[in-house]
């Protein structure tokens, strides 16, 4: 039976950590993301799953899901406008291989998704039984991104930066709205939650966010994370996406600014 708050690492065996999924049991249980393609999650302890959330169409989040749907039959909840592309995910491939190279190899290619599909806006509130779930909307690293709050818990995607080994970093792969990014980070912030659940290190203090927030503000986004090993090679390829994401973000602002004056 399915009890608790589960952060499940649902990255590929080189770097399991990469990214995380979270299982959250209830009356009705709610899972959040669903990892990449060639991933190690096991949720051997759900009997049930009634609901999966997708914070956003990007191949290192929806990597399961076609067979989490499969097995489970749970309503798939999405940003409004993007369920097609879980139906047939050949763009969501083709712009993962752009963005990420190499690495979208290691993580292996999302496939179409046959199930119930609900669109949602942000601002929804589902009765979970004990819980509640909002959903929010949080645009910026992605215009279709969603948060979900759940009993005070803050499961941000990726739309407030990840952390490993004790420092943020910035998840801010391109095409990226800086200015949305920042907004929707602020607005989570606001929420004073007791938790937050990153895509990419877990369940972290929400002191999380003022220091990403604080380090895309400085424009102090490059950080040096020792991981060794694979799971170092991974992590540097993404975060030199991200790096770019930021500064072809300002670059764009700049021209913006100059063609304005």
């Not at 400085?218 to 090993?229: A, C, F, I, T």
């Not at 072809?248 to 004056?261: G, I, N, P, W």
Request: proline content about 5%; charged content about 25%; some cysteine.
């Amino acid at each position: 039976m399915c009890t608790g708050i589960h952060a499940i690492p649902s990255g590929p065996w080189e770097f399991p950590e990469a990214v995380y999924s979270f299982v959250i049991c209830d009356e009705k249980n709610v899972m959040i993301d669903a990892g990449v393609a060639n991933s190690v999650m096991d949720v051997g302890f759900l009997d049930r799953l009634d609901y999966v959330v997708v914070t956003h169409l990007h191949i290192d989040h929806l990597g399961t899901l076609a067979e989490v749907v499969q097995r489970y039959r749970p309503k798939v909840l999405v940003y409004q406008g993007y369920s097609k592309y879980l139906r047939d995910p050949s763009k969501v491939n083709q712009g993962g291989k752009s963005v990420l190279g190499e690495v979208a190899d290691i993580y292996g290619e999302v496939e179409p998704v046959n199930g119930e599909i609900l669109e949602v806006g942000g601002g929804e509130v589902i009765d979970l039984g004990d819980r509640k779930m909002e959903l929010l909307y949080t645009p910026g690293h992605a215009k279709h991104h969603i948060s979900v709050l759940i009993d005070g818990i803050l499961y941000a995607g990726d739309s407030a930066g990840g952390r490993y080994n004790g420092l943020p970093i910035p998840t801010t792969p391109p095409p990226l709205n800086l200015r949305d990014y920042v907004n929707s980070l602020r607005r989570q912030i606001s929420l004073r939650p007791k938790a937050v659940g990153l895509a990419h290190g877990g369940l972290v203090n929400p002191s999380h966010m003022g220091e990403h927030l604080e380090q895309i503000l400085k424009g102090k986004y490059r950080v040096d994370v020792n991981l060794g090993g694979e799971a170092e090679v991974i992590l540097k390829k993404h975060l030199e996406v991200n790096y770019r994401g930021i500064e072809e973000a300002l670059l764009k602002e700049k021209l913006d600014c100059d063609a304005s004056t």
